[in-house]
């Protein structure tokens, strides 16, 4: 996958800074392969190696906690909210007795 092609798919706001830094930890790690075809303009293609493989049924299931995780947090919040709604018209009535 090319550089921005990953970068838009990435959930959330990720600079190329911090893209190419993390990219290039996992390709010291020997998650990742960097496949640079060394044209002008430059082509570089991540992916992941056999290695790197290994990991992915991980990391499906913690993109899977992540993804019900954010869910909750938005139901959380919703619910929050309709609470400190429910409080606040609940003092408004005592301020009035």
Known sequence: MRFNELRRE???NIS???LSRELRKLVEDGLVERIDYGTVPPRVEYRLTQYGQTASSFLESMNKWN???KQMN???SEMDEILNKEE???NNHKKVD
């Open 88 to 90: 606040l018209n609940m």
């Open 74 to 76: 938005a139901s959380k």
């Open 16 to 18: 190329s800074r911090i």
């Open 67 to 69: 993804l019900a995780h």
């Open 10 to 12: 990435i959930d959330g």
